[in-house]
C-alpha cells in the first residue's frame, strides 16, 4: 500500500451561521457543530482513502465558549493518524466575527473514519506519510489514544462489571462514596 501526505488529505470548510442553528438561548447548537465535523471528516478521510468513510466514533469535543448567529465558522480538518483501515482526522474549529474581523479558536475535534470497500467492509488505507515534526508528533498522539482507548474500555468494564454482581448494600455504600478509584 502506496502512503500518501497529511497535506493531501487537507480539508476547508466554512459556513455563516444563521438564525435555524440556534439554540434557545440564541447561540449555535453544539449538534450543528457536531454535524460540521462529520462532514469535514468525512470529506478529508475519504480523499485520503480514495473510497468512502464512514464515522466510527468521535473523541470528547469540548465547547469552551459559545458561538454567535451570524459568525463564520471554519473547520480545518487533516488525517492525523492511520491504523489498517481506520483513520484518525483532526479538525481544528474557529469562529469569525466578520464585522469585526476578529477570529477565535473554539474547539480541537478528533474523529475516527473507517474506509469501506463496495462490499461494505473494512478496507485498507494507505499509510500516512509524516513530513513535519509536528505531523509526526500528531501521529504519535493518535497512536497513544487508540492504546490508552483500549486500556480505559477493559479497565471500565471490569470495574462496572463489579455493579452489576454487587448486592445493593454495597451499591448504597459506593454511591455514598465521593470517588470510585482509588
Ligand atoms: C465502523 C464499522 C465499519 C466498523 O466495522 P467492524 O466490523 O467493527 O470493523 P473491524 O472490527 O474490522 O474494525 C475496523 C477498524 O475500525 C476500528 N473501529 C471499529 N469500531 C471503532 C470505534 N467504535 N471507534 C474507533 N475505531 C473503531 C477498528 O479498530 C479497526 O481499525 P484498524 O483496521 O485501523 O485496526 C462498523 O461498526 C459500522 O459500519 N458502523 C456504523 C458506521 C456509521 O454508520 N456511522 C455513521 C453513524 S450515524
Known amino acids: 500500500m502506496t502512503g500518501k501526505t ?18 434557545f438561548l440564541g447561540k449555535v447548537f453544539g449538534g450543528k457543530v457536531l454535524a460540521l465535523l462529520d462532514l469535514v471528516a468525512y470529506a478529508a478521510s475519504s ?17 469552551h465558549e459559545p458561538i454567535e448567529v451570524g459568525e463564520l465558522v471554519s473547520c480545518v480538518g487533516v488525517v492525523s493518524y492511520v ?24 474547539n480541537t475535534a478528533r474523529v475516527t473514519m473507517v474506509a469501506l470497500n463496495e462490499a461494505g467492509k473494512p478496507i485498507e488505507v494507505p499509510r500516512l506519510i509524516c513530513e513535519t515534526r509536528d505531523e509526526k ?4 498522539e493518535g497512536r497513544l489514544r487508540r492504546e490508552i ?18 448486592e445493593e448494600s454495597v451499591l448504597d455504600e459506593l454511591l455514598s462514596q ?3 478509584l482509588p
Not at 497529511?6 to 439554540?23: G, K, Y
Not at 485520503?48 to 466510527?56: H, N, R
Not at 508528533?137 to 504519535?140: A, D, K, P
Not at 483500549?150 to 454482581?165: C, K, L, N, Y
Open 178 to 180: 465521593e470517588k470510585l
Open 6 to 23: 497529511v497535506l493531501s488529505s487537507r480539508v476547508e470548510m466554512s459556513e455563516v451561521m444563521t438564525p435555524n442553528d440556534a439554540n
Open 149 to 166: 482507548r483500549g486500556v480505559q474500555r477493559v479497565e471500565f468494564d471490569r470495574i462496572a462489571s463489579t455493579f452489576r454482581e454487587a
Open 83 to 106: 491504523g489498517r483501515t481506520s483513520l484518525e482526522v483532526t479538525i481544528e474549529v474557529s469562529a469569525e466575527n466578520v464585522l469585526k474581523g476578529s477570529r477565535r479558536h473554539t
Open 47 to 63: 480523499r485520503f482513502a480514495g473510497t468512502i468513510c464512514v464515522t466510527a466514533s468521535v473523541d470528547r469535543v469540548d465547547f
Open 137 to 140: 508528533i500528531r501521529f504519535l
